[in-house]
């Protein structure tokens, strides 16, 4: 079964560091680019992040850029994204989610459960 | 930055009912790099369709899209008990990819 599992959310301060994990199984996943979406609570889907199957191309929202990592580590099935300076703004629910091959990048056909991060004093 | 802007925010159906769902991109979406998905309340995101018109695996006939440029329309034939949820579409056709801010579809 294609499975992503989502860890690391949390409550943490604004200014505060966090880092999520996903999990990946049932596929190959050094065959396919990977990102990171998110949600407010009660608001739509933001994305924040991309990263190519090999990690030679990035690419960030602007309102998480200079803040945020995104990485992955083919031999672990695994995909991180780096939190650092933390605001308010960020509190949500982020979604990691594969990139389809359906031909084309930023199709996400597979997500996982999402992991809630919380910034609050 | 693409402004993709869906229509109604909320439509109120009856189970058979036939559902009209829009998206307005604030420019034109090139080679009609949109999708649609659908979004029950504590669950992800499910992808219905891609490429404007090209329905995922698994997803019924009764989900079709079709539009093109910055005018693009999801369509359920006949609305099922489970179809009643939140649909987003998005666009991948230029950096950032971006959602609309959503369509709540809700039963009569």
């Known amino acids: 079964e294609v499975q992503l599992v989502e860890s690391g959310g949390g409550l943490v301060k604004p200014g505060g560091s966090l880092r999520l994990s996903c999990a990946a199984s049932g596929f190959t996943f050094s065959s396919y680019s990977m990102n990171w979406v998110r949600q407010a609570p009660g608001k739509g889907l933001e994305w924040v992040s991309s990263?190519?199957?090999?990690?030679?191309?990035?690419y960030y929202a602007d309102s998480v850029k200079g803040r945020f990592t995104i990485s992955r580590d083919n031999a672990k099935n695994s995909l991180y994204l780096q939190m650092n300076s933390l605001r308010a703004e960020d509190t949500a629910v982020y979604y990691c989610a594969r990139d389809s091959d359906y031909g084309d990048y930023g199709i996400f056909d597979v997500w996982g459960k999402g992991t809630t991060v919380t910034v609050s004093s | 930055e693409i402004v993709l802007t869906q229509s109604p925010a909320t439509l109120s159906l009856s189970p058979g009912e036939r559902a009209t769902l829009s998206c307005g991109a604030s420019q034109s979406v090139s080679s009609s790099y949109l999708a649609w998905y659908q979004q029950k309340p504590g669950l992800a995101p499910r992808l219905l369709i891609y490429?404007?018109?090209s329905r995922a695996t698994g997803i019924p006939d009764r989900f079709s899209g079709s539009g093109s440029g910055t005018d693009f329309t999801l369509t359920i034939s006949r609305l099922e008990p489970e179809d009643f949820a939140v649909y987003y579409c998005q666009q991948y056709g230029s950096s950032p990819w971006t959602f609309g801010q959503g369509t709540k579809v809700e039963i009569k």
């Open positions: 990263i190519s199957s090999s990690s030679s191309y990035i």
């Open positions: 490429d404007a018109s």
